[in-house]
């Protein structure tokens, strides 16, 4: 099993550089999950600096809030959508994923798997549901398991919701509290142990639980590591 851990973003109080230079030398981890993207676009400066610096990282991409939540999906979002995948060109070869996160009252099943058909990434389409129902039913996951990587998450909305298949996409939101819970060595283990059960090729783990995020990844690519 090829591993691979992260954090969602590397701008926070951990980072006593601030900046990409210090998590590529310090962090100890071997993939990021841009999240920066969701709320602007980058300046290809930017993108160009990311491609130069983190060749040697495995990438996420957060996909801009306008494709997921403005236009929630419509044709519209379509064009943003091209718009912002030929913004990363530079970064193209390094991306292992474009992380769709869907708006939490949005259920459409329907025009998501339309939407990643249109986007031709195939498994490089990671959609996270934000919805609890949606996200509690098999059914629908099954569905959309068949056309894109459906996100696997641990939260207070759905502990350890792992989606087998040959890669599992996995973020880590926080098990009590949103973005602020920290992991324990013990939750960090159940957690590997659901993983290695699933018996994908390759895991990818981001944890997005802000100020612990940093620890809780170290840790946690060491446990699946042994």
């Known amino acids: 099993m090829e591993i691979y851990v992260g954090t969602s973003g590397w701008a926070y109080g951990w980072n006593e550089g601030g900046d990409l230079d210090w998590f590529i030398g ?9 999240n920066a993207s969701f709320y602007r ?13 983190g060749s040697g ?4 991409v957060k996909v801009h809030k306008g494709v ?17 995948r030929d913004a990363f060109t530079a970064l193209d070869p390094f991306i292992d994923f474009f992380l769709f996160q869907a708006h939490p ?10 939407f990643a058909g249109f986007t031709g990434l195939g498994g490089r389409c990671a959609l996270e549901i934000r919805n609890r129902e949606l996200l509690l039913d098999d059914d629908a996951c099954r569905e959309l398991q068949d056309h894109a990587t459906l996100v696997s998450v641990d939260s207070p909305d759905a502990r350890n919701r792992i989606f087998p298949g040959e890669f599992i996409y996995l973020r880590m939101h926080g098990r009590d509290e949103w973005y602020s819970h920290d992991y324990s060595e013990e939750e960090l283990r159940e957690t590997a142990a659901c993983i290695r059960d699933a018996g994908p090729d390759r895991v990818y783990v981001f944890f997005n639980n802000d100020h612990a995020m940093l620890a809780n990844a170290r840790m946690m690519r060491e446990i699946l590591e042994k």
């Open 105 to 114: 009252r949005y259920t459409d099943t329907a025009n998501l798997i339309d």
């Open 68 to 84: 997921t939540h403005s236009r929630r999906f419509n044709q519209s979002a379509r064009e943003l959508w091209e718009k912002f």
């Open 41 to 53: 676009f980058p300046y290809q400066n930017q993108v160009l600096g990311w491609s130069r610096k």
């Open 57 to 60: 990282l495995h990438w996420a």
């Open 26 to 34: 310090n962090a100890g981890l071997n993939a990021v999950e841009l």
